[in-house]
């Protein structure tokens, strides 16, 4: 007796059962309400989910056992008597009247199908004995109810409940119970969208032989198909869950009703020339409501899902900059700062508009959006430590390769996704914290991570609240989104991301494939898009904003950004290169332009004087290729120059 223990174990060792089609499972996602959404089949094709009997009305456990197997609970896999049934009746009547197959012999055969034979017979045999050894009668039933076959690519209870009445197993009926037994003796004759009388005919003959108790419930109506496959409304998010190794059922937060509005108004909104949108919406706890990564517009890559695709932000990280220049105590939202042509080592910057408007405050600069003095605040801050700062957030930011972070990040020079960017101003509503997004349903609590204090989140909030809306829109009150616009460097990204209540939308539109799209821009592009959406929203909570008057309390430090002092060359750039000699023998003169000191200023190139009437832009016209010296004094006699090279 021992040498045969010793023997089959070492036969369960040698020759374990496959179970890989156990272990490959679909992906069937829930909107909020546990209405299907998406789905994605496992990577055999089939729609299969990993199914307990807990999880099963047990009036179809009962049932099943009543006709496929009264005595599994006894036997070790195989069911003497049933064989010798089948098998006397075989004898008796020349053919096969009862198979004699126990569940754990069924098991066997779905885990890996094979042909009906003697031999296969003999093989499920030993296969449900060592199943039943290995997982136990319970586990064998969790198995079979995983792989019963349910007609078409349907397997297991789970699924077939789902896909084919619209609910769970647990809520079976009497007539969806014995549907789902005698489909799985005979998936394909009787599959009920195309033979409903044969698969009618069937489930009545089963109920039939049933005790009326117990099976049938009083009034029961006749079982009613649902869909018999999922539908397509989140192919983003079904992507990203299965990208995360995600499987079987799975409910997310996303509304289904709001998915649906927000595609339809994609559907009616004319996207960027060539071009698609893509739309985020998510609740103040991080929890995602809607999910459109395209808007299904015929374009080069336009099949790519945008909202975790690396784009250039434009000016829509300027809240995060002012934010942690308040939060370091170096500006306040009055603080006078000056918005005219600087350079910074050899960056220099311009507004959009080429134009600059002088005197001006924080305030003022990031609700009009002027590059120049968000530039000054990430100079002071110091473009490592913003960058660091998002990152230990959890907002994902993208370099070109083989760069550090630089001032150019304040106008867009770098890729973050719409993902990170909605996180990002999920945080502001959050008084400063950042939560990781997430589709989990019910809301799962997350630890978060500070990214700017309370009180700078608030001040930034009241003035996102009054930036200049989009054209045509009038929102007062209750109604009023704090929003930021952003367009990316040669109008290949429009940016809206807004906040009002309980909700932070984030809209994004071009190309794809990175081309630009003249013409377009985060004011002009995007934010109408942005209202349009959050019209649809539902009213919930207020947004914290700083109401204190500000200017009163500042201290003389913040009052205004003190500047650098004496004159600076903007243009040229020292140690620069400058092209103005063309082959056609045509001269370019080279524009000259300072900042700080004193007015007026006086130029020397190559120490020579430049006589340049007052009023005039100075400009200087080389008279051959070659180094120069550029010079410049302020009426106080304090200096700068630089060297460039003419080509």
């Given at each position: 007796?021992?040498?045969?223990?010793?023997?089959?174990?070492?036969?369960?060792?040698?020759?374990?059962?496959?179970?890989?089609?156990?272990?490959?499972?679909?992906?069937?996602?829930?909107?909020?309400?546990?209405?299907?959404?998406?789905?994605?089949v496992s990577p055999d094709g089939a729609w299969r989910f990993a199914t307990k009997r807990e999880a099963v009305d047990p009036r179809y456990l009962a049932l099943l056992l009543q006709v496929e197997d009264?005595?599994?609970?006894?036997?070790?896999?195989?069911?003497?008597?049933?064989?010798?049934?089948?098998?006397?009746?075989?004898?008796?009547?020349?053919?096969?009247?009862?198979?004699?197959?126990?569940?754990?012999?069924?098991?066997?055969?779905?885990?890996?199908?094979h042909r009906h034979s003697l031999r296969g017979k003999i093989f499920d045999m030993l296969r449900g004995v060592q199943l039943e050894w290995r997982y136990g009668r319970r586990g064998v039933f969790d198995?079979?109810?995983?792989?019963?076959?349910?007609?078409?690519?349907?397997?297991?209870?789970?699924?077939?409940?789902?896909?084919?009445?619209?609910?769970?197993?647990?809520?079976?009926?009497?007539?969806?119970?014995?549907?789902?037994?005698?489909?799985?003796?005979?998936?394909?004759?009787?599959?009920?969208?195309?033979?409903?009388?044969?698969?009618?005919?069937?489930?009545?003959?089963?109920?039939?032989?049933?005790?009326?108790?117990?099976?049938?419930?009083?009034?029961?109506?006749?079982?009613?198909?649902?869909?018999?496959?999922?539908?397509?409304?989140?192919?983003?998010?079904?992507?990203w869950q299965w990208r995360k190794g995600v499987r079987g059922v799975f409910q997310t937060s996303i509304d289904r009703r709001l998915q649906g509005s927000i595609a339809g108004i994609l559907r009616d909104?004319?996207?960027?020339?060539?071009?698609?949108?893509?739309?985020?919406?998510?609740?103040?706890?991080?929890?995602?409501?809607?999910?459109?990564?395209?808007?299904?517009?015929?374009?080069?890559?336009?099949?790519?899902?945008?909202?975790?695709?690396?784009?250039?932000?434009?000016?829509?990280?300027?809240?995060?900059?002012?934010?942690?220049?308040?939060?370091?105590?170096?500006?306040?939202?009055?603080?006078?700062?000056?918005?005219?042509?600087?350079?910074?080592?050899?960056?220099?910057?311009?507004?959009?508009?080429?134009?600059?408007?002088?005197?001006?405050?924080?305030?003022?600069?990031?609700?009009?959006?002027?590059?120049?003095?968000?530039?000054?605040?990430?100079?002071?801050?110091?473009?490592?430590?913003?960058?660091?700062?998002?990152?230990?957030?959890?907002?994902?930011?993208?370099?070109?390769?083989?760069?550090?972070?630089?001032?150019?990040?304040?106008?867009?020079?770098?890729?973050?996704?719409?993902?990170?960017?909605?996180?990002?101003?999920?945080?502001?509503?959050?008084?400063?914290?950042?939560?990781?997004?997430?589709?989990?349903?019910?809301?799962?609590?997350?630890?978060?991570?500070?990214?700017?204090?309370?009180?700078?989140?608030?001040?930034?909030?009241?003035?996102?609240?009054?930036?200049?809306?989009?054209?045509?829109?009038?929102?007062?009150?209750?109604?009023?989104?704090?929003?930021?616009?952003?367009?990316?460097?040669?109008?290949?990204?429009?940016?809206?991301?807004?906040?009002?209540?309980?909700?932070?939308?984030?809209?994004?539109?071009?190309?794809?494939?990175?081309?630009?799209?003249?013409?377009?821009?985060?004011?002009?592009?995007?934010?109408?898009?942005?209202?349009?959406?959050?019209?649809?929203?539902?009213?919930?909570?207020?947004?914290?904003?700083?109401?204190?008057?500000?200017?009163?309390?500042?201290?003389?430090?913040?009052?205004?950004?003190?500047?650098?002092?004496?004159?600076?060359?903007?243009?040229?750039?020292?140690?620069?290169?400058?092209?103005?000699?063309?082959?056609?023998?045509?001269?370019?003169?080279?524009?000259?332009?300072?900042?700080?000191?004193?007015?007026?200023?006086?130029?020397?190139?190559?120490?020579?004087?430049?006589?340049?009437?007052?009023?005039?832009?100075?400009?200087?016209?080389?008279?051959?290729?070659?180094?120069?010296?550029?010079?410049?004094?302020?009426?106080?006699?304090?200096?700068?120059?630089?060297?460039?090279?003419?080509?």
């Amino acid at each position: 007796m021992l040498c045969l223990a010793g023997g089959l174990l070492a036969a369960d060792r040698l020759l374990p059962p496959d179970m890989s089609r156990a272990e490959k499972q679909a992906l069937l996602m829930q909107d909020m309400r546990g209405e299907v959404l998406d789905g994605r089949v496992s990577p055999d094709g089939a729609w299969r989910f990993a199914t307990k009997r807990e999880a099963v009305d047990p009036r179809y456990l009962a049932l099943l056992l009543q006709v496929e197997d009264r005595r599994f609970w006894v036997h070790p896999g195989v069911d003497p008597l049933s064989l010798l049934r089948a098998s006397f009746q075989l004898v008796t009547r020349g053919h096969i009247v009862s198979g004699g197959s126990t569940l754990a012999m069924q098991t066997a055969r779905l885990l890996t199908p094979h042909r009906h034979s003697l031999r296969g017979k003999i093989f499920d045999m030993l296969r449900g004995v060592q199943l039943e050894w290995r997982y136990g009668r319970r586990g064998v039933f969790d198995l079979y109810l995983t792989l019963a076959p349910e007609s078409r690519n349907i397997e297991g209870i789970r699924a077939a409940s789902l896909l084919w009445f619209g609910h769970e197993p647990l809520h079976l009926g009497s007539e969806e119970s014995a549907l789902l037994i005698v489909m799985a003796r005979h998936p394909e004759s009787l599959r009920p969208d195309r033979h409903p009388q044969a698969a009618r005919a069937a489930v009545a003959r089963l109920l039939a032989t049933q005790p009326a108790e117990g099976w049938v419930r009083r009034g029961a109506m006749p079982y009613t198909l649902h869909i018999g496959h999922a539908v397509h409304e989140a192919p983003g998010p079904l992507l990203w869950q299965w990208r995360k190794g995600v499987r079987g059922v799975f409910q997310t937060s996303i509304d289904r009703r709001l998915q649906g509005s927000i595609a339809g108004i994609l559907r009616d909104t004319p996207p960027p020339a060539g071009g698609t949108w893509a739309v985020l919406v998510a609740r103040r706890d991080g929890s995602i409501a809607a999910w459109q990564g395209n808007a299904g517009n015929d374009c080069s890559g336009c099949a790519a899902d945008m909202i975790t695709a690396w784009r250039s932000p434009g000016s829509a990280l300027k809240p995060a900059i002012y934010g942690m220049a308040f939060q370091l105590g170096l500006l306040a939202p009055d603080t006078i700062i000056q918005d005219r042509a600087s350079h910074f080592g050899g960056y220099a910057p311009r507004n959009y508009d080429r134009i600059f408007h002088g005197t001006t405050t924080v305030r003022t600069a990031l609700q009009r959006s002027y590059n120049l003095p968000a530039v000054r605040a990430l100079d002071m801050i110091g473009a490592g430590y913003f960058a660091r700062t998002l990152e230990a957030a959890g907002i994902g930011l993208k370099l070109p390769p083989n760069t550090s972070p630089s001032l150019a990040l304040a106008l867009g020079g770098v890729g973050i996704t719409p993902l990170d960017l909605s996180r990002l101003y999920v945080a502001f509503a959050n008084q400063g914290v950042s939560r990781p997004l997430s589709l989990d349903w019910p809301v799962e609590p997350a630890p978060g991570a500070r990214l700017i204090g309370a009180r700078a989140s608030r001040q930034i909030l009241s003035i996102l609240g009054g930036a200049p809306l989009p054209k045509g829109r009038v929102v007062t009150g209750e109604d009023r989104v704090a929003f930021k616009t952003g367009t990316s460097y040669g109008q290949r990204d429009a940016w809206a991301a807004g906040l009002r209540g309980d909700w932070t939308v984030i809209v994004w539109g071009g190309r794809p494939d990175g081309t630009a799209v003249p013409g377009i821009t985060g004011l002009g592009t995007s934010a109408p898009l942005m209202m349009h959406v959050f019209d649809i929203l539902p009213e919930s909570g207020t947004l914290p904003t700083d109401t204190m008057p500000v200017q009163a309390t500042l201290s003389p430090a913040l009052q205004k950004l003190g500047e650098k002092r004496g004159p600076q060359i903007v243009q040229p750039v020292n140690g620069g290169r400058v092209e103005c000699f063309a082959e056609d023998g045509h001269v370019t003169p080279l524009g000259l332009i300072a900042s700080g000191g004193v007015e007026p200023y006086r130029w020397l190139v190559n120490g020579v004087p430049l006589d340049t009437p007052i009023g005039i832009t100075p400009s200087w016209t080389p008279d051959g290729p070659g180094f120069a010296h550029i010079a410049l004094v302020d009426a106080t006699g304090a200096g700068s120059s630089v060297d460039i090279r003419v080509q």
